[in-house]
């Protein structure tokens, strides 16, 4: 029990408190520069364990509960509409900002999220560097295109129809191209050069809409890696356009569950991402690192939802204030709670239920009785 604690556990609260802290952190500076008095800034939910006040009334507090947090605003309550106010009362509270400036503090904790996964890709990429395969042939499938065309093991692909090869991303992406056709390759062998001509075979596979396609292969692979560090610049812009690759593939898979075509089987609730956190950790600093940042990314996109009680369904109702010209009913927002807390308790248990069967805990229990 205390290795659960100590390998899963302990890890999975260490990186969950931190994203948190990011995201509540973005609520907190834009509330701040909008003129918004913040009274709590809490990691962790019920008894306070330990804490301060701030110079400017911030209560800074670690929960007993270390499974979320929160950013208290004065004036928040939906209720407060008619409470006599001073003046002064009225400039810091978050009810009497404008639309837009509610909208701006809400969706800073899901943007603090992208930025902090931005920052912590961007390290990476110049601390360790860009992976990539050399377009070395590291084995030839046997009987396959390349097999038949004389190409081994050691080979170098210098280009594809002319077109210059850097790393094996980039065969890949020409070949997948040119299905059940001829390609000229040039190779380097102990020094030499040789045009090799190679027919690709044709391999059918489903697009993201399910639709047949057809790719070209010639049955090679590369199992050695390399690191290109990156300058700042480069590392950023990387960076950057990785966080939005790991945002349209989350959300494809989304879309394709919702459809049928993926399984539910692939979604993780908090033992889930437990045991993840413990493996990753066991596995070093870069992998660490790279599963936060990723994590991260994940926390950002399911806040903006438009999930009631999520930053993303605020979005909404601002839009809807802005539109009307006056705030929505509190009678609105407080059956919007009910229905957002609905749906998040039944996702929880089902992704939930989904770890205890995945992660067999059943019999794991039964183990520790016996």
Request: aromatic share 10%; hydrophobic share 50%.
């Amino acid at each position: 029990m205390i290795d659960i604690i100590t390998d899963y556990i302990l890890p999975f609260l260490v990186i969950m408190s931190l994203l948190v802290f990011v995201h509540e952190l973005g609520h907190y500076f834009v509330a701040r520069r909008n003129g918004v008095r913040v009274e709590v800034f809490s990691i962790g939910f019920g008894l306070e364990l330990f804490g301060w006040s701030a110079k400017n009334g911030t209560r800074w507090k670690i929960c007993a509960i270390p499974l979320g947090g929160y950013v208290k605003m004065f004036g928040d309550d939906k209720s407060i509409d008619g409470i006599s106010y001073t003046e002064e009362d009225r400039r810091e509270a978050f009810y009497y900002k404008s639309p837009n400036a509610r909208a701006g503090i809400v969706i800073a904790g899901p943007v603090a999220n992208l930025i902090f996964a931005i920052l912590v890709l961007s390290f990476l990429y110049m601390w360790v560097g860009q992976s990539f395969a050399p377009a070395v042939v590291a084995n030839v499938i046997k009987n396959s295109p390349a097999d038949r065309a004389g190409i081994m093991s050691g080979d170098t692909i210098l280009s594809v129809n002319g077109k210059k090869i850097i790393n094996f991303s980039d065969l890949r992406r020409i070949i997948i191209e040119q299905p059940g056709k001829l390609v000229m390759l040039v190779i380097k062998r102990n020094g030499a050069t040789y045009n090799v001509p190679v027919t690709t075979e044709i391999v059918v596979d489903l697009d993201s809409s399910g639709n047949k396609k057809s790719l070209g292969r010639i049955g090679i692979q590369s199992n050695h890696m390399l690191f290109d560090k990156l300058n700042p610049l480069k590392a950023v812009m990387l960076a950057i356009t990785t966080t939005f690759s790991i945002i349209v593939q989350t959300f494809e898979a989304i879309g394709e569950m919702l459809i049928g075509m993926r399984s539910t089987d692939e979604l993780g609730g908090p033992l889930r991402i437990a045991e993840l956190s413990g493996t990753v950790t066991h596995n070093g600093l870069i992998t660490t690192m790279w599963f936060t940042a990723v994590l991260s990314i994940n926390l950002g996109l399911i806040n903006m939802l438009p999930i009631p009680i999520l930053d993303g369904s605020h979005l909404i109702f601002y839009a809807l204030e802005s539109i009307r010209g006056r705030p929505l009913s509190p009678q609105v927002y407080e059956w919007a709670s009910v229905i957002g807390m609905s749906i998040i308790v039944i996702l929880m248990l089902f992704v939930t239920w989904k770890d205890l069967i995945r992660l067999n805990v059943s019999s794991y229990l039964s183990s520790l009785i016996k």
